[in-house]
């Protein structure tokens, strides 16, 4: 299947102009929160690899690239001043051992001062006289690279910064929609090769070529799960053989445009079977999760309405039986949906400000009993989050319940029947609107 093009270059040229100046506009209200005058945004060192001569893959700065889309780019810095247009400073090395960075190009730059600099030196004479009336946004772990600025993420700011950037752009919401293309021709790679017969490593091989990133572009680690490996919830392996029997598989994958980030999961089962029905009833009781978001939402109520839903599941299909709010009390659904039900994403997985009350960084803490919940703020519009329901044979958990009434309600002849399936996570990556929600993951698919 042939698909267009993942995005508009020119919508999203178009886009880009405000998208700038609402970054502007909020570090413009960072900077007076903080009591500065300049905003200096580094996009970050390459780490060294401890007693060797090489680097781990560079990963940008996400306040830096907030601005601008340069994921691959170390040193360089940008500087926003209130009522100025903000500043590149753009590092070019002068190296043969490596390929330089090219010019600056792309339908950003109009929207910045750009001075090229070929060597760290030559930063300083591009930043602020007054170094103490800068703040500094980035990881330093060398101090000749804050250049003198001393204040060095303070919360003051950052905190604002984080809360603001849970609101998505109009440019920012294009970026996204085209992650989610990208990735679903990965999963629809991943699917046609684990029905056919491949190992996870070969999979996750099929995942990359189709998004066209190497492994360290990718927003994380792919999980390539087969069989029972689907009840590691961040399995980190990709198995080289391949197992004696395909029987399910659980694929959480994503992909990057432009440093903004998806994250998606589905479950398949080999055979018409038994498992694939159950992963039909799970992917229902999902869509009916996703059908409760819009804005106002209070996402740790729909987290435990998500147990509800667990529960009754469990008890319809005999996995265990019993009361639904006993289910919940007693633990047996934590036990077999130990994590939260989604969290915020953006330029980040995980993207920052998810238990934030306000702009200030109030918290607001998981509901007890839930301490994995990544997501407790108020929903609002625009915001863009993961929905994603799963249900594991996980042992460890089961066996913590044993001398509990909870252990009981468990059958244990079901549960060895689902053993060596694993389990099963769906996840879809959502945009909250005033009176629902537009699915990214679900309009990728039907493109």
């Known amino acids: 299947m042939v698909r267009k093009e ?9 886009l880009y102009p405000e998208h700038v ?7 413009d209200a960072a900077l007076e929160r903080a009591g500065a005058g300049h905003a200096v945004i580094f996009s970050g060192a390459p780490l060294p690899v401890f007693l060797d001569d090489y680097n781990y893959p560079f990963k940008a700065n996400p306040h ?36 330089m960075p090219s010019d600056p190009d792309g339908f950003w730059t109009g929207c910045f001062d750009i001075d090229t600099v070929h060597s760290l030196e030559e930063v300083a004479r591009h930043l602020p006289d007054d170094r103490n009336n800068c703040i500094l946004i980035g ?14 993420n303070p919360s003051t700011a950052v905190n604002m910064l984080h809360y603001e950037r849970g609101t998505k752009t109009k440019y920012e919401l ?7 293309r990208r990735a679903i021709k990965g999963h629809d790679a991943a699917e046609r090769a684990f029905r056919s017969g491949q190992s996870e490593f070969d999979i996750h091989l099929a995942y990359c070529r189709a998004v066209d990133h190497v492994e360290h572009e990718l927003p994380y680690g792919n999980i390539i799960a087969l069989n029972e490996h689907g009840a590691v919830l961040h399995y980190q392996h990709q198995a080289v053989d391949k197992p004696p029997e395909h029987r399910s598989f659980l694929i959480d994958a994503g992909a990057r445009f432009n440093g903004y ?10 055979e018409d079977d038994e498992f694939a029905s159950l992963i039909q009833r799970f992917e229902t009781l999902q869509l009916e999760l996703v059908s409760e978001i819009r804005a106002g939402v209070e996402f740790a109520e729909l987290h435990l309405s998500c147990h509800l839903k667990i529960a009754k599941l469990l008890d319809e299909t005999g996995l265990a039986q019993g009361d639904s709010d006993d289910l919940i009390e007693t633990g047996v659904t934590s036990a077999f949906y130990p994590h939260g039900l989604g969290h915020l994403l953006g330029l980040q997985v995980h993207d920052v400000g998810g238990h934030f009350g306000d702009d200030t960084g109030t918290l607001i803490d998981p509901p007890s009993g839930h301490p994995f919940l990544r997501l407790t703020r108020r929903l609002e519009s625009d915001q863009v ?19 509990t009434p909870g252990f009981e309600m468990i059958d244990q002849d079901m549960l060895d029947w ?9 996840e879809d990556n959502v945009r909250v609107l005033r009176d629902g929600c537009e699915n990214f993951t679900r309009d990728a698919i039907a493109v």
């Open 385 to 403: 989050l993961t929905i994603e329901p799963g249900l594991y044979v996980i042992d460890m958990l089961i066996d913590n319940l044993r001398g």
């Open 261 to 270: 980030t998806s994250d998606i999961t589905r479950t398949y089962a080999k």
């Open 174 to 180: 294009e970026c996204m929609r085209a992650a989610s």
């Open 139 to 152: 990881q330093i772990n060398d101090d000749a690279h804050a250049f003198g600025i001393d204040r060095i």
């Open 6 to 14: 993942i995005v508009d270059k020119r919508e999203l040229a178009a």
């Open 418 to 426: 689902l053993r060596p399936y694993g389990g099963i996570r769906i």
């Open 21 to 27: 100046n609402t970054v502007a506009a909020r570090h």
């Open 64 to 99: 830096f690239v907030s601005w601008l889309p340069l994921v691959r780019n170390p040193f360089c810095y940008i500087v926003h001043t209130p009522e100025r247009r903000p500043r590149l400073i753009y590092f070019q090395e002068m190296d043969y051992w490596h390929v």
